[in-house]
């Protein structure tokens, strides 16, 4: 019986996801996994799966990890015609607050993604509220509060809002970022070092919204997977997180065509020599370079991912 490739893919995504639940037991991270098991059961096309780990990442959170199970479920709720029931838990969420980012991050995706921006702004808003507490606040890139910081700008800007006192903060952390970054990696990199380009799933979503044929057909799941056998084949390479807002202006900067590879190329290899990138391979027990607060080995060094 020939299996096709989308079989294929769902198959790959059915084992992960019972991968993750299965690590759940045992990881002392629960809600984290069973989160993003959710994640490779919707991709499946497993919803009740979905809600069935949601449901319960949803009862074991703590308030103390990475990814937030109350707020991922809210989201599955309203993403698929729960209104009543999504904003009952997001209302929970608004009164008694939380220490976990993702939670508020989280929030304005869901709203994204049944289009209401202004009410996704309004969840970054009050997110940025409670982990910034003023424009002068002493925060890096990575810090609690930056990715809510940068979600802002990019939403703002595509609102067509004017920049103000938050989005120059967010300004502030990144070219910070890229001096301390710089500062390091031209210690211990060298420019020919190949540099591979890795787009986070916000980034990749607005991508494939706004150049659907920079990658047709491609899911995140696979571009991922992509950038990790690219990696394997380059022992010496670098990854750089993309930013499509940083793209847009490094093309413009150069006066170089948006759309072609190349453009894509030069942006991640200056990067790179700018010492925007993170050396791979990172350790089996470190966070895996992706972005998913999960370990090497049980992310993309997992046996088989790539």
Sequence with gaps: MTVTSGEAQRRLHVEYAEALEADAETSGEQCNDLVE????WHFAGEHEREERALRVAAEVDDDSNVLHG???YAKFLLTH???????ERFARLLREGSNCEWAYVTASMAYRLVDEPQEALRWLNIGVNRFVPSLDAEIEMGDAGSELLRQRSLLRRELGLPPDGLDELHERLTEHGRQIGAQIESIRRHDEDPAILFWPAADFAEIQRERPGWYPGTEHLEHRREAERALRQHPDAAVVIGSFE????FAASRGIALDEQSTRAEFAAEAARRGLAIAWPPGRNDACWCGSARKYKKCCGAPGFA
Excluded at 246 to 249: E, H, K, M
């Design 37 to 40: 098991a959710a994640d490779y």
């Design 70 to 72: 109350p707020a991922a």
């Design 246 to 249: 940083s793209l847009v202006g």
């Design 81 to 87: 015609g729960r209104r009543a029931e999504a904003e």
